[in-house]
């Protein structure tokens, strides 16, 4: 119970007690094993790639931090459109060998 104020008289007011929510797992995936898949899909958007040759692209080098959740498409057009604007973020810094991996992905 705790005490409010009013009028300068101490007033009861009763507090109802919650359960705590778990929060859910967020999904991490990681490409080439080195960058994370925001910072690729930024990467891919400041290049001018089109979503649907990065969702081809990604999917496939996409490894899950835990479990065996896929890496949604909607996830990587927002990226690409993101990095296209050059908002927020940091684009990953790609090799040679990793963008011509990733171009024949798309193709």
Known sequence: MKKAVKNHK???TSV???K?????????????????????GL??????WKPAAAIKAMQ?????VDGSAVL???????MVFVGR???VGTPAKLTKDQWSKLQK???
């Open 85 to 87: 604007k050059g908002e």
């Open 60 to 64: 496939k080098f996409a490894k899950p």
């Open 105 to 107: 992905a798309a193709a």
């Open 10 to 12: 101490a007033v009861k």
């Open 43 to 48: 990467a891919l958007g400041r290049k001018g």
């Open 16 to 18: 109802k007690k919650t």
């Open 20 to 40: 705590a929510v778990k929060k859910e797992k967020r999904n991490r995936f990681f490409i080439f094993g080195d960058f994370s898949a925001s910072s690729v």
């Open 72 to 78: 949604s498409p909607v996830a990587i057009r927002n």
